[in-house]
């Protein structure tokens, strides 16, 4: 299973519920969450064949932004 970060300014449980539809669609998805008690608003992404450019596509779609964190 692979794993990819990302920076977002997801904040709150609202923002969670408008990128969970987004989300859930993606079929390379398995499991996704976001730590908004982290200054830095993690996104933490798991499935098989994940695709960074699928998941910033659905992250913007939603209408927030994101970065690639390292590591």
Do not use: R
Request: glycine share 8%; with cysteine; charged share 25%.
């Amino acid at each position: 299973m692979k794993t990819l970060k990302f920076k977002t300014n997801i904040k709150c449980g609202g923002c969670i519920a408008a990128v969970t539809p987004h989300l859930n669609e993606a079929k390379t998805i398995s499991n996704w969450s976001v730590d908004i008690t982290n200054p830095s608003k993690i996104l933490t992404v798991q499935g098989e064949d994940l695709s960074e450019a699928e998941v910033i596509e659905k992250i913007t779609k939603a209408g927030y932004t994101l970065e690639k964190t390292a590591g």
